[in-house]
């Protein structure tokens, strides 16, 4: 469920209208946006609303673990079934169906599914999936008023009870009238399955479900009596277990249902599910191709799609008798009322044509393709102008505020434009919209790998959209360091899906774990969700890359300390024992913070750190970075910003070069601590969460206002400065004024700033006001307040 909250917004969805989630695994694939949704829901109304959870009994391993940053936990009504106890043997299987939901309009069912095990052996948590059975009540038959007189009866209530299933007296005759004498044979409520089978070894198991053998219509010999026909079976199982021989006859068990084969057609990936951003990123791309690059939507072509996708649609080992369909988007099956029962493919998006996009952009704003033309030439005439391009000293800038546009850092000179790229992934705050995702970096190195500086729900589904998903594949493979600035959600709910997928790219792969560094929350909540699975990551509290830290660190390789000789195993113990209690703070409204490093009681003792140290220091090394330094911020408890430092290098003629400096503000309000860590800085990347009207606001939640952001970056003389994290109040692009903006520019989702495109950066922004001037400032979250929104900020 990754990615559903831009899922409901953008297709009208309400969120408040989700009361039960049924999960057939428990993994960050199939539970990635539950933190997100829970947050929401507890954001509205007066006292929030719940919603009520299913699944295997890993499920509370996740919750668990989300109490490590979600105050209202108790929000959250779990049933769980397949207890550890019973899940430990596989000798000891209970596959009768459990009984989750039995109304008057509809029977759910659990059936657990472990994986076949050598006698004695472990299932572990996240190897049990589950079936879903759901079984609508059967149609009761037509009414006969006719047979009814006949039987004596007069027309009244009596016909009503009838109708209702009861049996009544003859008002004529002495006899007793059962609904069976005056009813219409009844109609089989229809049956869906919904299986997820992950691994061969959990299809071996489903054919020994006895369970399920009241379902199959294949033992023409001895056909049950009470056989119940399955209407539909939609399949979550991976391509290769169903084409296994054991799931393929698995299937022929039940004759004619419909078999959908979910998650496998490749052409999904090519249509935009997000149409609304996918329209504005169309738009974007027409203006400026060079901030904005063109989706990273695969083609078919390339994959050799046609072979994964005729595994069904000419598997010759299942009978011809059942049909079987890949699964679309928004593709439905209607199982009430009756008479539309069967596949309804109405809403199915079409391929979007970005020609379509454009020809309608260019007829509601003429003169964006003068706006284009200009844009174009903002490249050509800084190609042109190097030759009178002065290089200083990033302090002598900062000095001599008068030096002109023809003077650039000296970071700049001979760059490459495959040295860096900043691709901003998700530029909102608070919960994902239409138009921008929350907070999530990409510091793109190229041949050196990457970074990422915070990774908030849907990070994965951004960098797909980004690069496609071999692309996205290579970015998770090769990133060196995830760098979480608190612990929001918002800020971090999308990182265990990053961590699991990287683990398994890598499986197969001698590698080192990823260092993550974060706030302690984040650690304690790592830790208790590596239980589910594997996370394969080395953690590293942001206090220990403080300045301080490195300087200790460095002190001791000089000196070949080694921390191990102070006889201590508890000098970290601070790491798990928070000085204030985190459920009480992490939300609130709250006023002006001190800098939570400056709280006594909190100490830090550097030496624990330097084995993590060493290896960062080893993976900097290798991708061309001098160093990386955390500094507090004034937001919430254990709040950070970031300082990454290129290495200096070394051009054809032996100059020496200093390496590019970038910042990032995480969320915050302007503070000391940031000034000085953005002194001199190539690129502050600094959250405008409000505009400059709303600066009670910002102080009330320690965000920051527009031109805050800014003043920030001209006094700590920033060469460019790069405003994101707005309020989803800013649906497309925020209130600004524009003459304070010479050194600044907005980012927008997937906007990608190569480091040799920094002098032309500012000049965009005009173009991007003309894309957006029809634009009204209206809140497309119709379902959640300002403070719901709010809340979480």
Partial sequence: MLGLQRFCTEHKIKLSKIDHIF??????ETAGGIPGLLLTLAGMGDEGMSVNICGPSDIQYLVDAMKSFIPHAAMVHTTSFGSDASAQLSGNKSTDPIVLINNEVVKISAILLRPNCSEGSVVKPGDMSVIYLCELNEIMGKFDP??????????????GELQSGKSVKSDSKDIMVHPSDVMGPSIPGPIVFLVDCPTESHAKELLSVQSLHSYYLDNSCNLPENVKTVTCIIHLSPASVISSSYYQNWMKKFGTAQHIMAGHDMKNVEIPILKSSARIAARLNYLCPQFFPAPGFWSLKHLGISKVNSTFAQEGSVSNSHESILAENLLKFTLRPHAHLGLDRSNIPSLMAPKEVIEELLTEIPEIVDAAQGVHQLWHGSETNNENIAFVNN??????PWLGQNTLPSCLENIRRDDLEIVLLG?????????????????????????LLDCGEGTLGQL??????????????????????????????????????RCDLLKDTAHEPIIVVGPRQLKRFLDAYQRLENLDMQFLDCRSTSRASWEAYEDSSESNYDPSETGSTNNYEYMDKPAVNPESTLFAKGSRMQSYW???????????????????????????????????????????????????????????????????????????ELIEASHGATVLIHEATFEDDLVEEAVARNH??????????????????ILTHFSQRYPKIPVFV????????????????????LPVLPKVLPYLKLLFKNEMMVDELDEVTTDAVTAVS
């Avoid at 999960?23 to 960050?28: A, E, H, K, Q, T």
């Avoid at 006719?146 to 016909?159: D, I, Y």
């Avoid at 911020?633 to 290495?647: D, N, S, T």
């Avoid at 050194?743 to 997937?750: H, N």
């Fill in 23 to 28: 999960l057939s695994r428990v993994c960050s």
């Fill in 146 to 159: 006719e047979k009814a007189k006949a039987l004596g009866l007069r027309p009244g209530p009596k016909f």
């Fill in 395 to 400: 302090d002598d800038m900062i000095e001599e």
């Fill in 427 to 451: 530029t909102g705050s608070s919960q994902p919209s239409k138009y921008r995702n929350v907070s999530s970096i990409y510091v793109n190195l190229f041949s050196k790998g990457g970074l």
């Fill in 464 to 501: 797909k959209r980004r690069y496609g998903v071999e692309g996205a594949d290579n970015v998770v493979r090769n990133l060196k360091c995830i760098w979480i600035s608190h612990i929001h959600a918002d800020h971090h709910t999308g990182l265990a899906r990053i961590l699991a997928l």
């Fill in 598 to 672: 400056k709280r006594p009681g909190s100490p830090v003792d550097h030496s624990m750190a330097f084995p993590a140290l060493k290896s960062l220091k080893k993976v900097f090394n290798e991708a061309g970075l001098e160093t990386l330094v955390s500094f507090p911020v004034v937001h919430c408890p254990q709040a950070f910003g970031v300082m990454l430092k290129a290495a200096e290098r070394v051009n054809s003629v032996g100059k020496s070069i200093p390496g590019w400096k970038i910042v990032y503000s995480g969320d915050t309000r302007p503070c000391p």
């Fill in 704 to 721: 920051s206002t527009t031109k805050e952001a800014i003043e920030v970056g001209e006094t700590a003389g920033v060469y460019r400065i």
């Fill in 738 to 757: 524009e003459e304070h903006m010479d050194k600044t520019s907005i980012a927008f989702d997937m906007m990608s700033i190569n480091i040799a495109d």
